[in-house]
């Protein structure tokens, strides 16, 4: 029932195009009738385009990701417990921060050429940022009192950062991670249309280059499904692992 | 005082203080905390800190527990000047729901504190169960802490603190956030703990009848800076009883003393 309401408008305006087009008997190299999309996603699915370039996108995407993320999450450990490293850093970061990943596409391609190299160091570049801004405010949040706990255990360094300053973050340091990932998936995809020959980018606007608005249309139908898939998986995978402490965090008066 | 039984105080004997205050004072900023705390506490003895928010006395606590050093003066246990936390010297927190952890259960919560001291993994299980059956909490070794009531929440926070094998407990108001019944039971089980051991108790409070409850001797401080005003002996007979104990007229005679003097404070 849910699931039908949901599909009424996008069926219907659907429906609406594909009539326009045929009652009209427009012929275009712009527009594609929502029947002809079908056909060439199902082609470019069977003969193996979507598929490989899919591929490609991601290993770029996730490849940066990791890169990106994993250095943030050390770099915002050592600023959130550094305080003076924090205060060292802070101008550097302000300066870097706001410079768009695409913005360094032109430099990427100098240093790095085209391929994987420099598609993935733009989007370690572009994840960097979030996971380490979330990353250091989830740090410096952590309840005070659990640092006297680990103190009057007197745990060592190593155990307080492993055994309560990671945990404690952990739920943030992952919604910083599923911020990052669609951020690398707009990156990785921008730098493929702007410049990198390969992935789902480049096959867009090879596709839109060579007058086949069905193929576009299919792509970018098809990334949409990828990015919200990513998302979905993400957001069940935060309510498996942390479905006790939120409801931990939420249930605390 | 007639019924009552003096017992032999121990700070007053000969021996040692196991803990003492010399000389403290403490300051925020400009702020002045604490001032001139001279205080000594004896081996096995349960001292209560009373008195209004404001006279520093979580301040002095976490002085014994070398979280905090003191601006001036100094804090010794057994003879030597606390410069950090020690293993033998364990803290309970007010807030249970922010002492515990919530991604880990009873037991692992409890198995923190043995991580902590290094005692080896097969060790742990036999010690934890022991720990939790102690504050009866046996049927609740994987609950987390968002499943337990705030005192069961305690009840692992104790089992935490003992698990550290500790000679001094510090206690920072640990019943103030529950309510009546459970705070009886609790205190009761306190007592019956440490009945057993010889630990030396410093237990901060608001509620003057749990202070001359438990406590061999209250402490009074003033605010604003906190300094200690009197310090009340209890003479009262142990085991304690929740009934009895509170109808003694000793009891009652030192909640009225307690009483007017805070009064007298206020004013």
């Known amino acids: 029932m849910k699931l039908a309401k949901a599909v009424v408008v996008p069926a219907a305006l659907l429906l609406a195009w594909e009539f326009v087009m045929r009652s009209r008997g427009i012929e275009s190299d712009s527009l594609a009738p929502p029947s002809q999309i079908a056909v060439a996603f199902v082609d470019a699915m069977l003969d193996g385009t979507i598929p490989r370039r899919t591929a490609e996108t991601l290993r770029a995407a996730l490849g940066g990701l990791a890169i990106g993320g994993g250095s943030a999450i050390i770099a915002s450990v050592v600023l959130g417990l550094v305080p003076p490293a924090a ?7 302000e300066v870097l921060r706001p410079i768009p990943a695409v913005a360094l596409i032109p430099v990427a391609l100098l240093v790095l050429g085209f391929g994987y190299r420099m598609e993935i160091a733009l989007v370690a570049f572009a994840c960097f940022w979030p996971v380490l801004i979330y990353g250091h405010s ?5 309840e005070p009192q659990l640092i006297d706990v680990s103190r009057v255990l007197r745990l060592t360094p190593i155990s307080r950062v492993t055994k309560i300053v990671l945990p404690a973050a952990l739920p943030r340091y992952f919604v910083a991670f599923r911020l990052a990932t669609a951020v690398s998936l707009i990156i990785a995809v921008t730098v493929e249309i702007a410049s ?5 980018g480049h096959e867009l ?3 839109a280059q060579s007058l086949h608005p069905d193929l576009m249309f299919a792509l970018l139908l098809w990334i949409g499904i990828v990015g919200w898939g990513l998302n979905s998986l993400l957001l069940f995978a935060q309510r498996r692992l942390f479905g006790a402490a939120g409801a931990a965090v939420s249930a605390s008066p | 005082m007639t019924s009552a039984s ?3 105080h121990p700070a007053a004997s000969a021996a040692p203080p196991l803990i003492a205050f010399r000389g403290v004072n403490h300051d925020f900023g400009q702020r002045p905390i604490l001032r001139d705390i001279d205080l000594a506490i004896g081996q096995s003895e349960f001292v209560c800190l009373v008195g209004p928010s404001g006279c520093g006395k979580t301040t002095l606590l976490r002085m014994v527990g070398g979280l905090l050093a003191p601006s001036s003066g100094a804090v010794s246990f057994a003879g030597k000047t606390v410069t950090g936390p020690a293993r033998e010297i364990s803290f309970m927190f007010q807030d249970y729901s922010k002492a515990l952890l919530p991604w880990r259960t009873a037991a692992g919560n409890v198995a ?4 902590a001291a290094g005692l080896p993994f097969r ?14 909490l046996a049927g609740h070794t994987d609950h987390y802490p968002a499943q337990l009531s705030g005192g069961m929440q305690q009840r692992v926070q104790i089992a935490r603190c003992l698990a550290q094998e500790p000679s001094v407990l510090l206690m920072d108001e640990p019943f103030g956030a529950l309510d009546a019944m459970t705070r009886q039971a609790l205190q009761d089980e306190i007592l019956r703990i440490i009945a057993t051991s010889r630990t030396t108790v410093i237990f901060v409070t608001h509620d003057l009848d749990e202070a ?7 402490v009074a401080l003033y605010p604003n800076p906190g300094r200690i005003a009197q310090v009340f002996d209890v003479t009262l007979l142990r085991p304690r009883n929740q009934l009895t104990t509170r109808e003694h007229p000793e009891f009652l005679r030192l909640r009225r003393a307690l009483f007017d003097f805070i009064a007298e404070g206020e004013t």
């Open chain 1, 87 to 93: 205060r060292l850093m802070q101008f550097s970061i």
């Open chain 1, 138 to 142: 989830a740090i410096t949040n952590i």
């Open chain 1, 196 to 200: 990198n020959p390969q992935g789902i």
């Open chain 1, 205 to 207: 606007m090879a596709a």
């Open chain 2, 6 to 8: 003096p017992l032999p």
């Open chain 2, 112 to 115: 923190l504190a043995l991580e």
């Open chain 2, 123 to 136: 060790e742990r299980g036999p010690r934890i169960a022991e720990l939790l059956y102690k504050v009866g």
């Open chain 2, 212 to 218: 001359i409850y438990l406590g061999d001797r209250v």
